[in-house]
């Protein structure tokens, strides 16, 4: 599914990702945890795409195929979804009206028909219903005066009507109370499908006892340094992370 | 709205003329001919016994002032100015330059001291404050003194009067002379060229960051003199200085002319910082007398990276015409402009600046609280703009008034411009009043109506005052509260 | 500046002195109107075409700008005036509302007749004497305006509407079509009262054809008696080689409820200038705008809002978005006179600059003699935010669809302003239409 080789990413002539490797197969859940600083949120957005980046080595293969040419709208239209840390709120446009804008174009893009508004509507419907999210947030801007849970939720909802191949959950779990993490969780979990992998980033080992992962992967300085399974999430909660930053330095 | 008006009638029953720096100081002096042609210009040039491109430069703009004409565009309202009534230049008898204190005349260094401005450094060095200020000191038309000369020369720094500096550093003058503000710049500036008397220079060396504050003193003392400063400040690569200017004149039935002009030049990563306390008389509660302040600014962020900042305390003169502004010609190069100009009784205050993007990532900052009471104006006009090439260019503009009565005018003129469209510009501006609920708060707290109004106007203009020298600040915060205390509120 | 400087005629003003000469005695109306007409047209003289010089003016140059001043068309004939306003519609979907029409400046129909609702044309109007045309120019603080002055001094071609409270909620379009063989100019007025409690929907619409360079100077002025409430919507669609300056000049009584809301879109060249005047107090205004320009378009909207009397809000909120190497000005003044206590004013202008050679020039001003008052501007420039840019982007939208509904959801707030669901449908319409032209 997804293959990224030697990746090395520089931001303002900074460093940031530094010969990365990493695969994610068809189907899994791989988590990544770091330090703060060590590159997690920088890989999410250079796999989706964002322009403040330069890609100075290295490819990013989706099903063997190499993205880094494409605009972040043609990634999402081959299933690139990023559920973003920090969800943007934008007045002035309600969420039905973006959620229309938003599945229509990706079905456009793979040359598929439009969707009816009384078919969009009914996938709204139950989506929304499966995490909580009331008619009264679907009238809003979108993300406009939301909470930080109802802003994640949103994201999920997103996820779930596009029904992407890689999902990226980037710190998902962050500003989110222990309710509103389930409810996230959830809904995460209900979209794991053998058909679908899930790119699990964050600090803490918390979210990842609701998201249980296949393959957990340390971040320091710009690489992959340890892989390994689920357990290794724990030994990380209870050593720390010091050992992986001296590491990556050497 | 009760205890506003309260605090308003009040405040009018108080005797009006609270300006405590309008004595005379009883001198002989020597004085240019009355009125103005190419003769006072020889005059002057040779009284500086300058060099003849010195003297050419000035007659160059002298001509080129006969054929302008005075701006009409400020919210100002003057009779028109006759200048051939007055002197241009005016200095004591007997003066020979400021060598050594000892020469200058003993009323002089008396006038300084009721001023409380230490000319003589070991009274300064015994004092209690502890930061060092080194003064340079104008009377009329001359220098009288220039402290800590030898002390910061030890670090390659030139604080001397400009007349010194066109005579002892003319490579540094010829280049830099005229190069921000043009002699043909504008009415005020053009005349300035043609007359200017004295003034201060510094030039900080690369690298240096100037060991003390740097100062001028100005004081109008004669009688129908116009004082026509000028000052050229060069911070080479790398440099720092700090830099404060204060003003007083007596207090006079006619009004006095005040046409300075103001030079800054950063260079490479160097940073100038640029303080004025403005205390011209301000002429009674009547608008008889007072200093007529058209003053032109202008600093020129000329090297990558450099930094100007103004900060104005503006309380005196009759009416003010002043605009101190950045041109930011360096790649992320670093404009600010933080400005208080408080007006009473009569006075007219017209004033603001403007950021001029011209360099990459060049960003700018203008925070304006404008406080107006009794029968005044007080205007704020400001220019932001970025040029084609000042990708990423940011100004963030915010300007309050305040207005205390209902006799006087708050307004607020902005230009914003973008030729471009990476720049972004925020400009927000307000006019309010201090409110009913904020002076009981205070009052029930057991304040007295005029020291509610004096501490809520303090918090007003808070945001510019942290921007001044600590000594300066709290000069300028006795300031506002007597030049409030004065007329109304 | 000199006092003895004349300044030298333009081929424009030249050529509009020598048309009042010749027209003077022609023009409809009686020995007052004349003397009218010519104090109008010596306030114009003074100062010829209005130049940067005068402060109103800092931004455009009209003196520049209008470097000829065509003669007006010929009057068209019923079947001329038929086609042309079938090409030229603002709108994309008419709207059921009965319409006063004018085509290159004339009145090409019979009013319609609405109860309650009395319309007469201006021409009649002056000829006749009728006592409505004492009413024309009431607003005393727009009355030095050179443009306004100059169509004021050839006023013939317009219509006097006036609406009483019988007429209930009334509504009425003024639509505007231009279309000739050659460049024409046109100077249409209309004066529209709303009596004390009445109501009006009011609808203006501007269209023409494209490629012809024709010259309008407009004038439309409202006076709202007390308790009045007046929605007036404005579309300026002229032609793309239209050079267009237009005057909206408000008069407000007591307690009136008035909104304006202005689309300019159209023409090269564009100067809106709305003057409004409160005489009564507890008054509630807004005005909002949203202009869209490409190309090498030039547009000014220029505002002066003068309260006067106390116990005021005003609302102002325009919007402008600028592709390519078009201009934009936004010139906004906020007077408040020392009796104006307790005024609440609030204005704000935001740009967008699509391209990297577009140009925004804002001046809002304020200008206060009251201290009981809350008044506040604000002005923004920018171009679109690129972390939004991404967001839409990521979840599939291409560029261009993402800064559409971007630039969309931008003027949509100023579009609120319009209450009448018709014609907001048409705005949307017309953003959307511009958008799409985008590519």
Not at chain 2, 47 to 60: A, H
Not at chain 2, 84 to 100: C, I, R, W
């Given at each position: 599914m997804l293959e990224i080789r030697n990746l090395v990413v520089d931001i303002d002539d900074k460093r940031i990702l530094n010969g990365l490797n990493l695969t994610v197969n068809k189907g899994e859940v791989a988590a990544i945890m770091g330090p703060n600083g060590s590159g997690k949120s920088t890989l999410s957005y250079v796999i989706s795409g964002k322009e403040d980046y330069t890609v100075v080595d290295g490819e990013i293969l989706l099903d063997g195929e190499n993205i880094l040419e494409l605009d972040p709208a043609e990634r999402a239209a081959l299933g690139v979804f990023l559920a973003f840390q920090y969800p943007l709120e934008i007045p002035g446009v309600g969420t039905m009206t973006f959620l229309k804008a938003v599945m229509n174009a990706q079905r456009k893009a793979r040359g598929e028909a439009e969707l009816t508004t009384p078919d969009l509507m009914r996938r709204v419907r139950e989506a929304a219903e499966e995490l909580s999210i009331n008619q009264e947030m679907l009238k809003r801007p979108l993300n406009f005066g939301f909470s930080g849970g109802e802003k994640k939720r949103m994201e999920i909802l997103q996820m779930a009507l596009l029904e992407p191949k890689l999902c990226i959950l980037d710190e998902t779990d962050s500003g989110l109370d222990i309710d509103a993490l389930k409810i996230v969780a959830d809904g995460v979990n209900a979209l794991r499908s053998p058909d679908r992998s899930f790119l699990v980033i964050t600090h803490y080992q918390r979210l990842l006892d609701y998201i249980v992962p296949d393959t957990v992967h340390v971040m320091a300085n710009g690489r992959i340094v340890r892989t390994g399974g689920k357990e290794l999430a724990l030994e990380l909660e209870a050593n720390g992370y010091a050992d992986y930053r001296q590491q990556a330095a050497e | 709205m009760a205890?506003?008006?309260?605090?308003?009638?009040?405040?009018?029953?108080?005797?009006?003329?609270?300006?405590?720096?309008?004595?005379?100081?009883?001198?002989?002096?020597?004085?240019?001919?009355?009125?103005?042609?190419?003769?006072?210009?020889?005059?002057?040039?040779?009284?500086?016994?300058?060099?003849?491109?010195?003297?050419?430069?000035?007659?160059?703009?002298?001509?080129?002032?006969?054929?302008?004409?005075?701006?009409?565009?400020?919210?100002?309202?003057?009779?028109?100015?006759?200048?051939?009534?007055?002197?241009?230049?005016?200095?004591?008898?007997?003066?020979?330059?400021?060598?050594?204190?000892?020469?200058?005349d003993p009323e002089i260094l008396k006038t300084y001291e009721k001023l409380g401005i230490p000319l003589r450094e070991q009274e300064l060095l015994a004092g209690v404050k502890t930061s060092k200020v080194a003064v340079d000191a104008v009377f009329d038309s001359v220098s009288v003194a220039t402290t800590f000369k030898e002390e910061l020369k030890k670090v390659g720094v030139i604080f001397c009067p400009i007349s010194e500096a066109i005579r002892e550093h003319p490579e540094l003058v010829k280049k830099y002379l005229g190069s921000v503000v043009p002699a043909s710049d504008n009415f005020f500036a053009t005349l300035n060229s043609a007359v200017f008397t004295d003034g201060s220079f510094v030039y900080i060396p690369e690298g240096v960051r100037c060991p003390m504050e740097l100062s001028t003193y100005f004081r109008i003392n004669e009688r129908n003199t116009g004082q026509f400063e000028r000052t050229l400040i060069i911070a080479d690569k790398g440099s720092y200085v700090s830099y404060l200017e204060g003003c007083t004149a007596p207090q006079r039935d006619e009004h006095q002319l005040h046409a300075a002009v103001v030079e800054l030049v950063a260079l490479e990563d160097a940073e100038i910082k640029y303080s004025t306390v403005q205390n011209w008389f301000p002429g009674d509660a009547e608008g008889k007398g007072g200093i007529y302040n058209f003053v032109t600014k202008r600093g020129d962020c000329r090297g990558d990276r450099s930094k100007i900042s103004w900060t104005q305390v503006e309380t005196g003169s009759a009416i003010t015409w002043k605009y101190p502004s950045c041109i930011l010609r360096g790649n992320g190069s670093n404009g600010e402009f933080y400005s208080i100009a408080i007006s009473n009784g009569r006075q007219q205050v017209d004033s603001g600046t403007k950021m001029i993007h011209l360099g990459k990532n060049t960003t700018s900052r203008i925070i304006s609280k404008g406080i107006a009471a009794g029968k005044s104006d007080n205007t704020y006009r400001g220019q932001v703009s970025a040029h084609r090439k000042a990708s990423n260019a940011r100004n963030f503009t915010n300007c309050d008034s305040l207005l205390i009565g209902d006799q006087c005018g708050a307004h607020t003129v902005p230009y914003i411009e973008s030729k471009n469209a990476s720049a972004v510009f925020e400009h927000e501006a307000t006019t309010s009043k201090i409110s009913d609920d904020q002076m009981f708060y205070c009052m029930q707290r057991g304040l007295s109506d005029e020291e509610a109004v004096a501490l809520i106007v303090n918090g007003f203009v808070k945001d510019v005052l942290q921007h001044l020298p600590m000594e300066f600040a709290v000069e300028a915060q006795k300031l506002i509260s007597i030049s409030l205390e004065g007329s109304v509120g | 500046m000199g006092a003895d400087v004349k300044p030298l005629r333009t081929a424009a003003e030249a050529a509009l002195i020598a048309r009042f000469q010749a027209a003077a005695n022609s023009l409809p109306g009686d020995s007052a109107t004349g003397r009218r007409r010519t104090e109008a047209f010596d306030r114009f003289e003074k100062t010829g075409l209005p130049t940067r010089r005068i402060e109103e003016f800092h931004y455009t140059d009209l003196r520049a700008l209008l470097r000829d001043a065509p003669e007006p068309a010929a009057r068209p004939d019923a079947a001329v005036a038929a086609t042309v306003l079938a090409h030229n519609a603002a709108f994309p979907a008419p709207l059921a509302i009965p319409s006063l029409d004018f085509v290159n400046g004339y009145l090409v129909s019979q009013p319609p007749a609405i109860a309650g609702v009395d319309i007469v044309a201006l021409d009649a109007a002056l000829a006749a004497g009728d006592a409505l045309t004492g009413r024309i120019g009431a607003l005393e603080l727009a009355q030095d305006n050179p443009m306004l002055a100059l169509n004021t001094a050839f006023m013939a071609e317009g219509a006097i509407v006036r609406v009483s409270k019988e007429a209930g909620d009334a509504g009425l379009q003024l639509r505007f079509a231009n279309a000739a063989d050659a460049p024409f100019s046109s100077a249409p007025r209309v004066l529209v009262i709303v009596d004390d409690g009445a109501s009006l929907d009011l609808i203006e619409t501007h269209a023409g054809a494209s490629g012809l360079a024709y010259q309008v100077n407009a004038v439309v002025e409202i006076i709202a008696g007390d308790g009045a409430r007046v929605n007036h919507t404005r579309i300026n669609a002229e032609g793309d080689a239209a050079q267009a300056v237009s005057t909206l000049s408000v008069s407000l009584g007591a307690d009136v409820r008035f909104s304006s809301f202005g689309l300019t879109t159209g023409p090269a060249m564009s100067r809106h200038q709305i003057f409004l005047g409160c005489a009564g107090e507890g008054a509630d205004i807004t005005i909002g705008g949203a202009t869209m320009l490409r190309g090498r378009q030039f547009a000014d909207t220029t505002l002066t809002l003068d309260h006067a009397v106390p116990n005021c809000n005003s609302r102002e909120l325009f919007k402008t978005v600028l592709d390519d190497e078009s201009t934009g000005v936004f010139q906004g003044k906020i007077i408040v006179r020392q009796h104006a206590q307790k005024t609440d004013g609030r204005m704000m202008s935001a740009a967008l600059l699509l391209a990297e050679n577009a140009t925004m020039n804002n001046k809002p001003e304020l200008e206060i003699f009251a201290d009981d008052v809350q008044c506040a501007h604000g002005a923004t420039c920018g171009q679109l935010d690129d972390d939004l840019l991404f967001y839409l982007m990521a979840r599939g939208l291409p560029r261009k669809q993402a800064e559409a509904l971007m630039v969309e959801a931008f003027l949509g707030e100023p579009l609120e302003f319009v209450a009448r669901e018709d014609v907001r449908d048409n705005l949307v319409a017309l953003v959307e239409g511009w958008l799409a032209a985008r590519g």
């Open positions: - | 205890a506003v008006q309260e605090t308003v009638d009040r405040v009018k029953a108080i005797d009006v003329d609270q300006y405590k720096y309008g004595f005379e100081t009883v001198l002989e002096t020597e004085k240019a001919p009355k009125g103005l042609s190419e003769d006072t210009v020889r005059y002057i040039s040779a009284k500086k016994n300058e060099p003849e491109w010195m003297t050419q430069w000035r007659l160059d703009a002298f001509r080129r002032w006969q054929t302008m004409v005075e701006p009409t565009w400020a919210r100002v309202d003057y009779p028109k100015i006759d200048y051939q009534d007055a002197y241009y230049y005016s200095e004591p008898k007997n003066f020979s330059g400021p060598d050594s204190l000892d020469d200058v | -």
